[in-house]
């Protein structure tokens, strides 16, 4: 029987024989239909069970450490200690689990589903989006421990005697693995859950979405608020003690550069300044605001890299960087996996533990503002460009910056360095650049950095901020996501007046162990819908293009050479597309499946809608696309164009468009179409029963 021919009972042949493959209950329902309520960018978004109590339970948090600043840290110095002597193995197991997630995701065949539908393409390119995540991820911290870090863990090495030079090689390694793949692996994973639920499957862009498979559409009740409350008290916390520090460094960079003097009031004052310049980055927006201080930086920091690099020992920094950069690598998972259990010593809890947990209290915030930037990228994409490039950019930071200071210690006798860092951190990169030519100019450089980078954090966490708190909208009012940076100042500010920035540090980093615990549920329930995702495009087959009759090909050339405009392919989508689907689904109501099709005028398309209720949807969607033409020499002269671009009527399905176009195809082809498609979606409904 031909196809062509017998299109029909062809049709519903094939219809009823594959309803056998509908039985059953599919255990999960991967996908959520959210409220498509119509946004107004112009009126307050603001999801009142997360703002309201975030706020005042944040501002209680830090009136009690004011309140009794002496007595305050006790109880979080205490509960530090109890975790590292307790809890410190899962934090290590957490780390290690995290980077096997990451290898083992960017390796495998699910590295090549998008954090989006399959058509999406990203936002932003590769160097804008490096410079954001870099500048959001640890922009001030490789400012202020640059040259700090690796100068402390040489003089005061975890084992052995220090200033040797195998306390100098171990130095620059320990920098390398705080700072290094492990560090913006755990942010690397959060961020891809937030952003696949989010760009995947319409969840909100809030870390309550990362818990959608294990509580469904509770994740919009009590205890998705709970989650999202957590998010932002950790994120302000977070940020607000990062600034608080990251302000003396401005302090400490003036008073070098103009005198101006070290005091906590001066601090104040800078950092209301600094938000002041960050409000007007949210104001700006995204694309305006944070993007361009991002680029500017990232410049800035490959400029003065360069000018330390050239100026110093270059062949010896060179040399010595590559060399720890390999010893690094070799032994990431011994180091990872070595808890001084036999070899007790306090700088484990100190260093080791503490950055663990420091890296996943931030997970709320990076998570979010890395997964907004990264719509339309490949998981393995995104994985390898969140870790793997960072990391070679910061050991390539640490390996020239540290190992000039330690040169200048070790080689050239400099021992006053030394001193100076463990007296006063916040100093240790002025003091170095003494030591070099031109200083003035890159210490000018550096105080640049160090606020804009202080600017770029404050901004990006107040967007974050927004979001957690608005359903995951940031396009909201100016003066709601203007508010945001007074909360952000208020709070360092309050902390830096009290003395209590180093209490709500202790007590941001023991929020790491229950969130961490949560993690293992997120990292399930992503295991479980990614396997389900790759599911349905294993069970896509590769299907020939339905037949056409033989006296019809010249009419399908014609309008091939022709690049059809909108007016034609509309035409089209309403002439031959719409009957085609109206008769599918008409065929599918006859079988007892709700069917209907839809048609949206803001994207210039019609879709077929077919509901399998408690199991996914199937969705079958031909989109109007606009495309700029191709060369010239193909099918008419330039002069002969009628525009500079064409349109086709191009297939999407519910995870996005499959690059094909059907414009030209009769009812019948499109019905053939639209039935080998559906096919292909109760056989993945079969295959995820099984």
């Not at 550069?257 to 700006?284: C, E, H, R, Y």
């Not at 070799?330 to 070595?338: S, Y």
């Not at 070099?436 to 640049?448: E, F, K």
């Not at 949807?617 to 002069?639: I, K, N, T, W």
Request: proline fraction near 4%; charged fraction near 15%; include cysteine.
């Amino acid at each position: 029987m031909s196809r062509v021919c017998k299109p029909d009972l062809f049709f519903t042949t094939r219809l009823h024989a594959a309803f056998y493959l509908a039985s059953g209950t599919l255990s999960w329902r991967l996908l959520y239909e959210p409220d498509m309520t119509q946004h107004n960018p112009r009126r307050f978004t603001i999801d009142a069970a997360v703002f309201f109590p975030a706020l005042v339970l944040l501002f209680g948090a830090i009136l009690m450490v004011l309140i009794i600043p002496e007595k305050g840290s006790d109880p979080f110095a205490g509960l530090q200690n109890l975790i590292v002597s307790t809890a410190s193995w899962f934090y290590v197991l957490i780390v290690s689990l995290i980077t096997v997630i990451v290898v083992v995701l960017a390796a495998s065949r699910y590295g090549d589903i998008k954090l989006g539908p399959d058509h999406a393409e990203p936002e932003y390119s590769f160097v804008s989006w490096f410079a954001m995540l870099f500048s959001a991820g640890i922009g001030i911290g490789m400012m202020f421990y640059g040259i700090a870090e690796p100068v402390m863990h040489y003089l005061t090495p975890p084992l052995g005697p220090g200033g040797t030079p195998a306390a100098a090689a171990e130095a620059i390694q320990i920098s390398y693995f705080h700072w290094g793949f492990t560090a913006w692996a755990t942010y690397a994973v959060v961020a891809m859950i937030l952003a696949y639920f989010a760009y995947r499957h319409d969840l909100p862009l809030t870390l309550r979405s990362a818990f959608y498979p294990l509580i469904g559409e509770r994740i919009y009740g009590p205890i998705g608020a709970a989650v999202d409350v957590f998010a932002v008290i950790c994120t302000t916390c977070g940020i607000s003690v990062s600034l608080g520090l990251g302000v003396l460094q401005i302090n400490t960079g003036f008073n070098y550069l103009f005198d101006l003097p070290i005091d906590v009031w001066v601090q104040v004052g800078l950092i209301f300044a600094t938000m002041a310049v960050a409000t007007v980055s949210v104001t700006l927006g995204l694309d305006s605001g944070i993007k361009r201080l991002s680029e500017i930086n990232i410049v800035l920091a490959v400029l003065l890299l360069l000018l330390i690099l050239l100026t110093g020992p270059t062949a010896l920094l060179l040399a010595g960087t590559l060399q720890n950069f390999g010893a690094y690598v070799a032994g990431l998972i011994p180091r990872t996996l070595d808890m001084y259990v036999y070899d007790k010593t306090d700088w484990f809890g100190g260093w080791t533990i503490f950055y663990w947990g420091w890296w996943i209290s931030w997970t709320p915030f990076v998570g979010v503002f890395v997964a907004r930037i990264s719509r339309g990228r490949t998981i393995r994409e995104f994985l390898i460009g969140v870790t793997v490039v960072p990391t070679l950019f910061i050991c390539l930071w640490m390996g020239v910056l540290g190992g000039s200071a330690l040169e200048l210690i070790s080689n050239q006798g400099v021992v006053e360095l030394g001193a100076a860092v463990q007296d006063n951190p916040a100093v240790g990169l002025f003091r170095f650049l003494e030591f070099l030519p031109a200083s003035q100019v890159l210490s000018v450089i550096s105080l640049l950095m160090i606020v804009i980078f202080f600017v770029t954090s404050a901004d990006s966490g107040a967007m974050v901020l927004n979001m957690l708190s608005a359903n995951g909208v940031d396009d909201t009012p100016i003066l709601q996501r203007t508010i945001w940076t007074l909360v952000i100042a208020l709070a360092a500010s309050l902390l830096l007046l009290g003395g209590g920035l180093q209490a709500l540090q202790t007590a941001t980093i023991a929020s790491a162990l229950p969130f961490a615990v949560a993690l293992l549920g997120a990292f399930w329930g992503f295991g479980k819908a990614i396997l389900v995702d790759g599911a349905k495009r294993q069970a896509h087959s590769i299907h020939t293009p339905p037949a056409m009759a033989a006296e019809g090909w010249r009419d399908r050339l014609k309008l091939l050479l022709d690049y059809p405009d909108n007016d034609s392919v509309q035409v089209f989508q309403r002439t031959t597309v719409r009957p085609a689907m109206q008769s599918f689904a008409g065929a599918l109501a006859e079988r007892g499946v709700a069917a209907r099709v839809v048609a949206e005028e803001d994207t210039l398309s019609i879709r077929l809608e077919a509901s399998h209720g408690d199991e996914e949807d199937f969705a079958y969607e031909v989109r109007a696309r606009s495309h700029l033409l191709p060369d010239a020499s193909l099918g008419m002269d330039e002069d002969s164009r009628p525009q500079e671009s064409f349109v086709r009527a191009e297939v999407h399905l519910a995870e996005g468009g499959q690059d094909y176009d059907v414009m030209g195809w009769s009812q019948e082809q499109i019905i053939v179409d639209i039935l080998n498609q559906y096919e292909d979606h109760l056989h993945f409904l079969h295959t995820v029963r099984d």
